[in-house]
């Protein structure tokens, strides 16, 4: 499994928020840059990079993904952020995103998530982000009324390059991972899993390895220094 960390864009700076709330940021670098420097020399080759901006409406962050993908030639990103378009996801490509993450209109239109899933293969990741049991859509903010299993079963057919599924309940708070969440998407589905919110110690990044995650999406645990960052990337190569 690979450790990834998590750069949260929101008007241009790298930001970490408790439970994906606006009115809740913890953690601000005011360029993201910064960022990217400081977890590339500890090691880490792997990067999520999250427009909050987009997600919720608000603008977005182009210049600062630009940089960030120019700046990591050799690097892998994964990008997404209020994607709901294709000509967004062929940019974000174009522009250096190693794969695209693709999360309401992929739950909300499955035409739509099928003709670009398969323009792309094994370069769109669906972001199942999970509240309880449910699936929930535009920045965490509006429900889908779909289990979480119901979502999956769906998505199994697609050439995808892979399901990112954070708990939302667990975002941000140092408080855990939900591991029977992660394990159940494990054993449902056969693409592959970047599992997110809650990674607090490098006891829960090694229970999502032996649940059956690929990756591992780090944010709160790693900007406070309650990981060592270091010895995470060493661990988690993948």
Avoid at 158 to 185: F, I, S, Y
Avoid at 208 to 232: F, K, N, P, Q, W
Wanted: charged share 25%.
């Amino acid at each position: 499994m690979i450790a990834i960390p998590a750069i949260d864009l929101r008007e241009g700076a790298c930001v970490q928020l408790v439970g994906g709330s606006y009115d809740a940021e913890r953690v601000r670098v005011n360029d993201p840059l910064e960022a990217l420097a400081m977890w590339r020399a500890h090691g880490f080759r792997a990067f999520h990079v999250v427009d909050l901006d987009a997600a919720l409406g608000r603008g977005f962050n182009t210049d600062a993904i630009r940089r960030l993908t120019l700046a990591g030639q050799g690097l892998t990103f994964n990008v997404g952020g209020g994607v709901r378009d294709t000509a967004r996801v062929e940019a974000l490509l174009g522009e250096g995103a190693s794969r695209v993450v693709v999360g309401t209109r992929a739950i909300e239109d499955a035409a739509w998530l099928t003709e670009v899933a398969n323009r792309h293969p094994g370069r769109i990741v669906v972001a199942a982000d999970v509240r309880g049991r449910e699936v929930v859509t535009r920045g965490w903010t509006a429900g889908s009324a779909r289990d979480v299993a119901d979502v999956l079963a769906a998505l199994d057919p697609l050439p995808l390059g892979g399901l990112l599924v954070t708990a939302v309940h667990k975002e941000g708070q140092l408080g855990g991972v939900d591991l029977p969440l992660m394990r159940e998407v494990a054993a449902r589905s056969r693409h592959r899993l970047f599992a997110s919110g809650g990674v607090t110690t490098r006891e829960d990044l090694r229970a999502l390895a032996e649940a059956g995650a690929h990756g591992a999406v780090i944010g709160m645990a790693l900007y406070t220094g309650r990981l060592d960052a270091s010895a995470i990337a060493r661990e988690f190569m993948e």
